[in-house]
T-cell receptor
């Protein structure tokens, strides 16, 4: 069956450093992949979409890579700030629906 | 403009009771999704509405769960004879077009079954 793995342990990063989150998947070849941010008590908020023919996508301090050979996406936040602390979810495009990872909690320490 | 809204924000109910959860999508969005999120778990797809097409109910966990969407806008998720394992956050999302574009989520309804 399709499986998506995100690091279940919280990631602690010092302010100003680059945070890198990983999304691995198996038994699937998605046409594209999305990253969302979720704060406590709120619904996820869309950040970036990357297609299978794109190796990298950037938006301000965010960068996403998509390696279809490794079946992996990396999500980078450069010059991280305490306000970046949240849970980050990756989601792969299925037929009519997105298939979601459980998310990684990111904590940026001042 | 207004985003996706959901009500109630919190619902505590006794085991065996029925509950109704409501979602108001963004005006003009044709696709609407319901998800369930349990602590530490990914979003679990429940049901998908697209325009006037028959909904995709493949994610509904049992026949106690049902959903409808009236007039292509507001949607209601109904859980009959609630069980403790139904406790979770229920999220609604809408998208402007058919297809897997970015989804706009509501704040969710936290359901607790005692």
């Amino acid at each position: 069956s399709q499986k998506i793995e995100q690091n279940s342990e919280a990631l602690n990063i010092q302010e100003g450093k680059t945070a890198t989150l990983t999304c691995n998947y198996t038994n699937y070849s998605p046409a594209y992949l999305q990253w969302y941010r979720q704060d406590p008590g709120r619904g996820p908020v869309f950040l970036l979409l990357i297609r299978e023919n794109e190796k990298e996508k950037r938006k301000e301090r965010l960068k996403v890579t998509f390696d279809t050979t490794l079946k992996q996406s990396l999500f980078h936040i450069t010059a991280s700030q305490p306000a970046d602390s949240a849970t980050y979810l990756c989601a792969l495009a299925g037929n009519y629906q997105l298939i979601w990872g459980a998310g990684t909690k990111l904590i940026i320490k001042p | 403009g207004a985003g996706v809204s959901q009500s109630p924000s919190n619902k505590v109910t006794e085991k065996g009771k029925d509950v109704e959860l409501r979602c108001d999508p963004i005006s003009g969005h044709t696709a609407l999704y319901w998800y369930r999120q349990s602590l530490g778990q990914g979003l679990e797809f429940l049901i998908y509405f697209q325009g006037n097409s028959a909904p995709d109910k493949s994610g509904l966990p049992s026949d106690r769960f049902s959903a409808e969407r009236t007039g292509g806008s507001v949607s209601t998720l109904t859980i009959q004879r609630t069980q403790q394992e139904d406790s979770a956050v229920y999220l609604c999302a809408s998208t402007p077009l058919q297809g897997l574009y970015e989804q706009y989520f509501g704040p969710g309804t936290r359901l607790t079954v005692t």
